[in-house]
C-alpha cells in the first residue's frame, strides 16, 4: 500500500482554506487553543462541509489523516497573540 505525504497547505486547500503561510498562520492564531473536550471536527468554526471531511479522512485512516492529526496538535497549542 502506497502512501502518500501531504502538507499542511494541500490539507488546508481541500478545506478551502488559505494555503499560503500568512493564511494557515492566521487560522490558527484565529482558533487556537481548542479546548480539550472538542472534538477537532466538531470545532464550531468549520463548515458542514469541512466537518466531514475532517471526520471522513480520520475514520478511514486515510492519506490525510497525519495531516488532519498535524492540524489537530495545532490548534490545541495556546498562540501568542
Not at 26 to 48: G, I, K, N, Q, R
Request: hydrophobic residues 45%; glycine residues 4%.
Amino acid at each position: 500500500m502506497e502512501h502518500s505525504f501531504h502538507r499542511f497547505s494541500e490539507l488546508f486547500s481541500q478545506l478551502g482554506l488559505r494555503t499560503d503561510a500568512a493564511g494557515i498562520g492566521a487560522f490558527l492564531m484565529e482558533h487556537s487553543p481548542l479546548p480539550d473536550d472538542v472534538l477537532l471536527a466538531d470545532a464550531s468554526f468549520w463548515t458542514p462541509a469541512q466537518a466531514a471531511l475532517l471526520r471522513e479522512e480520520l475514520l478511514e485512516d486515510a492519506d490525510w489523516a497525519e495531516v488532519v492529526d498535524q492540524l489537530n496538535v495545532a490548534l490545541r497549542t495556546p498562540k501568542d497573540r
